[in-house]
């Protein structure tokens, strides 16, 4: 089976954006890879290689944070302090809320360019599996 190793994140602004998923998440600082990427590390060994993108209009991305239930008590204390909206659905219909899938707690947000961003308690289909169903 292979793992993913990177992902490319094209931004207008590969500082802005790796500072903002850095700060959000609590995250080591951003590193340097041959001054064409600034690699922000995850904690299951995959990274986010942030890429200034000068090919014309950028096309939304969606990123989904496996979190614990402390992590996301950060993240949300922090999304709230910066006054960021945030929905508790990728449709963006129910604003200033989490929601509660799976037994866990979640939420979105948008980056400095637009990419929706998530964070998750609990692994989508968690419940059922945990139910046996």
Request: glycine share 12%; hydrophobic share 35%; net charge negative.
């Amino acid at each position: 089976m292979a793992d993913l190793n990177h992902l490319i994140v094209w931004c207008t602004d590969k500082r802005r954006g790796s500072a903002h998923v850095v700060d959000i998440l609590g995250l080591e600082p951003p590193r340097d890879f041959a001054g064409q990427f600034l690699i922000v590390d995850l904690g299951n060994g995959v990274s986010l290689d942030y890429a200034d993108w000068s090919g014309g209009e950028l096309i939304e991305q969606h990123l989904a944070f496996l979190v614990t239930e402390d992590e996301f008590d950060a993240a949300y204390g922090r999304i709230k302090a910066g006054a960021i909206d945030h929905w508790a659905d990728p449709s963006k219909r129910t604003p200033g809320e989490i929601n509660h899938h799976d037994g866990g707690r979640g939420l979105y947000w948008s980056d400095p360019d637009g990419h929706l961003l998530e964070i998750i308690t609990r692994p989508y289909g968690a419940e059922t599996e945990a139910s046996g169903g």
